[in-house]
């Protein structure tokens, strides 16, 4: 198996703020990397896809990618409490459109 | 995008039963994937669902105890068979999207007594 690593969290930040989720992967072969975000008792839900480095901004999100450095994050601007979800980091090696996923990092978002 | 709906959405079964999961899509889709979210943890894949011909198995994931089936390319079923405790989960149904994204179905949360 893929290795996709994630810190766990808990990440606490106050609203408002700007929230930083980081992920490192270990196949230098991946091609594609989503971030989803799942809210308690709920399916994940895409909020991002990026496949080239730099960086992909849509509204309050920011995914930035290091392909050298197998790495990807992603920014939330302006974090509103409705943020509060475990997101996770998932990436796809090419082979069959198979995803492998982090284990999670758990946003609570203060208000 | 594609409306994924899976059935049941939860279930409580007994030890030693079995448990089909079904998962529909309102339109017609290549490819399609189950996996399983142990409490607390993170989505694995366990199988590729391929129509017309037998699924794809991820490593620690065997035919005899998930058998899926994918008669054509809007439905998908799994089954959990001889179900233990260490069964219950979360089982999700998903579909390649445009861009090699996957798209997830509500999920059927599984209880085993």
């Known amino acids: 198996q893929k290795e996709v690593e994630q810190n766990s969290g808990p990440l606490s930040v106050p609203e408002g703020a700007i929230a930083s989720l980081n992920c490192t992967y270990s196949d230098r072969g991946s091609q594609s990397f989503f971030w989803y975000r799942q809210y308690s008792g709920k399916s994940p839900e895409l909020i991002m896809s990026i496949y080239s480095n730099g960086d992909k901004e849509d509204g309050r999100f920011t995914a930035q990618l290091n392909k050298a450095s197998q790495y990807v994050s992603l920014l939330i601007r302006d974090s509103q409490p409705s943020d509060s979800a475990t997101y996770l980091c998932?990436?796809?090696?090419?082979?069959?459109?198979?995803?492998?996923f982090g284990t999670g990092t758990s946003l609570t978002v203060i208000p | 995008s594609a409306v994924i709906s899976q059935k049941p959405s939860r279930d409580i079964c007994q030890r030693g039963t079995s448990l089909t999961i079904q998962c529909q899509v309102d339109?017609?889709?290549?490819?399609m994937f189950w996996y399983r979210q142990q409490p607390g943890q993170s989505l694995t894949l366990i199988a590729t669902?391929?129509?017309?011909?037998?699924?794809?198995?991820e490593s620690g994931f065997v035919i005899d105890k998930f058998p899926i089936s994918r008669p054509n390319l809007t439905f998908s079923t799994l089954t959990v068979s001889n179900m233990s405790p260490e069964d219950s989960s979360i089982y999700l149904c998903s579909l390649a999207g445009v861009g090699e994204t996957q798209y997830f179905g509500p999920g059927t949360r599984l209880l085993v007594l």
């Open positions: 998932a990436v796809n090696h090419g082979a069959g459109n198979q995803f492998y």
């Open positions: 339109s017609q889709v290549t490819m």
């Open positions: 669902a391929n129509q017309g011909s037998e699924a794809t198995y």
